[in-house]
């Protein structure tokens, strides 16, 4: 069974803060993995998708990275408007289904 | 890019009810959906798979009479919760395959319902 952990649970930064977030991983034949942003009462909100050990993605002040075990998540200089739980998601090459953590939600002070 | 509509976003009422919730794609056809239950502070549980014109495909736990999902077209998909009582609250996610952009993004999400069971 496909398993995805997420640390920490929970991360309170200060604007301007830079910060990692971990996902960790087991599947019987990666086919991507996936970083989503939720907001309060909304569904995920699709960021990045990673297939192979070492390639990383940009968008605005986030970078997502990828090894054989895990991803990280950096958050460069986050702002108030970065705050939301973001959840990491796989997909193994036997179907469609997504396995999900528990997400980190990350509040970020003005 | 790919949209998907839920409705509706809240529903409020009494034990026993049936609560039916809709899940469209509007943009492009999905020959798979997905719903997925999540409790406060929670991840995504997928409840149920479901292939247009083909039965659901239901995880291990979940009671295919409580939740009946229909597919009956490549645009919409259906979640009844038969006879719902106060421990089946919770928000209510569906989320759909398009072929054409799997290769980028798998699934694209509605905006959930928040269910409430008085």
């Known amino acids: 069974e496909d398993q995805v952990t997420q640390s920490p649970e929970a991360l309170r930064l200060q604007e301007g803060e830079s910060s990692s977030l971990n996902c960790s991983y087991t599947?019987?034949?990666?086919?991507?993995l996936f970083w989503y942003r939720q907001d309060p009462g909304k569904g995920p909100e699709f960021l990045f998708t990673?297939?192979?050990a070492g390639e990383e993605k940009e968008k605005e002040r986030l970078k997502a990275t990828l090894t054989k075990k895990e991803s990280f998540l950096h958050i460069t200089a986050p702002k108030p408007e970065d705050s939301a739980t973001y959840l990491c998601?796989?997909?193994?090459?036997?179907?469609?289904?997504?396995?999900f953590g528990a997400g980190t939600t990350v509040t970020v002070r003005a | 890019g790919a949209v998907v509509s839920q409705h509706p976003s809240r529903v409020i009422c009494k034990s026993g009810t049936s609560v039916k919730i809709e899940c469209r794609s509007l943009?492009?056809?999905?020959?798979?959906m997905f719903w997925y239950r999540q409790f406060p502070k929670q991840s995504l549980m997928l409840m149920a798979t479901?292939?247009?014109?083909?039965?659901?495909?239901?995880e291990q736990g979940v009671e295919k009479d409580k939740f009946l999902i229909n597919h009956a077209s490549l645009t919409l998909s259906t979640l009844t919760v038969t006879s719902a009582h106060p421990e089946d609250s919770s928000f209510y996610i569906c989320?759909?395959?398009?072929?054409?952009?799997?290769?980028?993004?798998?699934?694209?999400f509605g905006d959930g319902t928040r269910l409430s069971i008085l």
């Open positions: 989320s759909a395959r398009d072929p054409v952009s799997d290769s980028n993004q798998p699934q694209h």
């Open positions: 599947v019987s034949g990666l086919r991507g």
């Open positions: 990673l297939y192979s």
């Open positions: 998601a796989v997909r193994n090459t036997y179907d469609y289904k997504l396995s």
């Open positions: 943009d492009f056809q999905a020959t798979t």
């Open positions: 479901s292939n247009e014109g083909s039965k659901a495909t239901y």
